[in-house]
């Protein structure tokens, strides 16, 4: 069965640094990644997802993830943060399959707080 | 466009109720997901409709059940609550063949 690890339950990281938010993911099959951020007292929102393809995947808002196959990882990343990027930020996968995705597995989450 | 809208906002129930939680999909949307996200953890799989039949369950017991309308709308319906149900529940739809959702802001749950 797929499993997500989000090792950093919390992120405290000062304004225009740079902030890498992991995920590791545990599956003996091809899956689709996806990083979702999820704001205050909102739903979640699709930052940027890997299919297949180049391993480097940018995303709105600045954000881009690396796909790393041999250490099953999906790291999130970001130069410069603001403080409009504190957030919970929510890693998941997909097994893909022949009729329909599979359901989607969503990691702890890892909340980032930008301080000023 | 409207995007994944879910109504009502909040609820309060008390333990052996029941309760019907509403969804509408983002326009041109036909799958709808559900999840539950209790407090400080990433959202559970509850269950997935396609073409007004569930396609895909999460390990929840039978209480919780759904249903989907030719509109595609949504129903999630959850009998005898307990106070662990107590969440907030999350709407998705998607027409992408990746899985790739779009959220409603979620109703939030409270079991007394």
């Known amino acids: 069965a797929q499993s997500v690890t989000q090792l950093d339950s919390q992120v405290p990281v000062f304004e225009e640094a740079p902030v890498e938010l992991r995920c590791n993911y545990s599956?003996?099959?091809?899956?689709?990644l996806f990083w979702y951020v999820q704001y205050p007292n909102q739903g979640l929102q699709l930052l940027l997802k890997?299919?297949?393809?180049?391993?480097l995947v940018k995303g709105i808002n600045g954000f881009e993830a690396e796909f790393n196959k041999s250490q099953t990882s999906f790291h999130l990343r970001k130069p410069s943060v603001h403080i409009s990027d504190t957030a919970e930020y929510f890693c998941?996968?997909?097994?893909?399959?022949?009729?329909?995705?599979?359901?989607?597995?969503f990691g702890p989450g890892t909340s980032l707080s930008v301080i000023p | 466009d409207a995007g994944v809208t879910q109504s009502p906002t909040h609820l309060i129930k008390t333990r052996g109720q029941q309760v019907t939680l509403r969804c509408s999909p983002k326009?041109?949307?036909?799958?709808v997901s559900w999840y539950q996200q209790a407090l400080g953890q990433g959202p559970q799989f509850i269950f997935q409709?396609?073409?007004?039949?569930?396609?895909q369950r999460g390990n929840f017991p039978d209480r919780f059940s759904g249903h989907q309308f030719p509109n595609y709308s949504s129903e999630l319906n959850v009998n005898a609550l307990l106070l662990g149900d107590s969440a907030l529940y999350l709407c998705?739809?998607?027409?992408?063949?990746?899985?790739?959702?779009?959220f409603g802001p979620g109703t939030r749950l409270t079991v007394l």
């Open positions: 998705a739809s998607s027409d992408d063949p990746s899985g790739a959702q779009y």
């Open positions: 599956s003996s099959v091809s899956v689709y």
């Open positions: 890997y299919l297949s393809g180049s391993t």
């Open positions: 998941a996968v997909i097994l893909p399959s022949q009729t329909s995705y599979d359901k989607v597995i």
């Open positions: 326009s041109g949307h036909d799958t």
């Open positions: 409709y396609y073409e007004e039949e569930e396609r």
